[in-house]
């Protein structure tokens, strides 16, 4: 039904408004059992045999949706009936974000693609912790928190930006909301850039959210596109540090990586998500294990467009993969197509 008749229809409009009325229903779906019911009987994997346990967490599947859909925690309920075992909800900042100016999100769709310029608007972590607060309804389905830094002016600073990403820790652990916690450090559409993925800035930051007693586990958002010795740097530092693992990747900012280069000028603005994150972050995810064996987690993400996709991811070295892009083009039935298909 997906790909033949709602997707067709989706695709003339804006996607951005697409989205929202996706997160529209999504949440009214969520709120009654008739909705959950209704699409947990069309999209759900019932099986218990990729159940999975990581760092503590069981997980119903080892399919995760990825941050930056559910950017405000408006999903939470509906989710589960489509057969993730998670989210990441967010990036959740400090203090609410409009985020960039439009257009926001660009289809790219012959290279499976989506151009992301975002600026990480969402509501603020405040008004996210209330709101999943009041709304959770189900503990088993895992909801990882992704914390970023505010994109405005007041965090450009490496002490403002710090200063930022610890309030919003400290308030998640506080109000114990939140399953795992990932630091999104590499946000290609931000105000101050992607200034912790500096090694030295890397071990400041993380020095001090370690101040704060945290029981959860935590992972770091890598980027995609720095060279090896960097990233190996910053694996370095996560390990010393003693946090569990990290996601492999976000976005690609490299538009040579489209299939279809014309589709994204120069002249455009933010990361592109999809099959041009596939080859780069799949690289990365093997070259961790190689190097790291199981002292990571490792949360596979970037293009999982089809079970290939993601079996690859699994056997690169994923202990959890992943998704938005493969959602947007081929459909929630994805999940339960990979949940059947994959080996973990
Ligand atoms: C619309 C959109 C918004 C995103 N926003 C965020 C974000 O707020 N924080 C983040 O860590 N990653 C964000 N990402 C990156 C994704 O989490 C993911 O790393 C990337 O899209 C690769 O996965 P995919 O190919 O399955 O989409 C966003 C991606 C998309 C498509």
Redesign the pocket.
């Given at each position: 039904m997906y790909e033949h008749i709602l997707k067709p229809i989706f695709f003339r409009f804006d996607p951005e408004k697409v989205?929202n009325f996706m997160v529209y229903f999504g949440e009214l779906a969520g709120r009654y059992s008739i909705g959950r019911w209704k699409i947990s009987f069309l999209y759900n994997y019932r099986s218990n045999d990729k159940r999975k346990v990581v760092d503590g967490i069981e997980y119903r599947t080892p399919i995760l949706l990825?941050?930056?859909?559910d950017?405000n925690a408006r999903l939470m309920n509906i989710l589960p009936s489509i057969g993730l075992g998670g989210e990441?909800i967010?990036?959740v900042t400090a203090r609410p974000c409009a985020g960039n100016p439009t257009p926001r999100?660009t289809r790219l769709s012959k290279s499976q693609s989506?151009l992301?310029n975002?600026g990480?608007r969402n509501d603020g972590v405040d008004v996210i912790i209330e709101r999943i607060k009041k709304n959770r309804k189900f503990n088993d389905f895992i909801l990882g928190i992704?914390i970023?830094r505010t994109n405005d002016d007041k965090s450009v600073s490496i002490e403002a930006g710090i200063e930022d990403y610890f309030y919003s820790f400290k308030r998640l652990n506080e109000e114990n909301v939140g399953d795992y916690y990932?630091i999104?450090i590499?946000?290609p559409n931000s105000f101050g850039g992607e200034a912790f993925t500096n090694p030295d800035l890397l071990k400041r930051l993380v020095s001090k959210l370690k101040t704060i007693e945290c029981k959860k586990p935590i992972y770091i958002?890598m980027p995609i596109n720095i060279p090896w010795d960097q990233f190996a740097q910053l694996l370095e530092i996560i390990d010393k540090s003693g946090l569990n693992g990290v996601v492999i990747?976000?976005?690609n900012k490299d538009y040579n990586s489209l299939d279809c280069r014309e589709e994204a000028p120069d002249s455009y603005k933010g990361g592109i998500?999809?099959k041009p994150?596939f080859n780069l972050s799949t690289e990365l995810i093997r070259k961790t294990k190689l190097m790291y064996g199981s002292r990571f987690t490792i949360i596979g993400?970037?293009?999982?467009m089809s079970v290939e996709t993601a079996q690859e991811k699994f056997n690169a070295g994923a202990d959890l993969i992943?998704?938005?892009?493969?959602l947007i083009y081929q459909g929630p039935s994805l999940v339960k197509k990979i949940c059947k298909g994959v080996t973990i």
């Open positions: 989205h990825s941050a930056g859909f950017y990441e967010g990036s999100l989506i992301v975002k990480l992704s970023a990932t999104n590499s946000c958002k990747g976000n976005l998500s999809g994150c993400c970037g293009g999982i992943q998704l938005i892009t493969g």
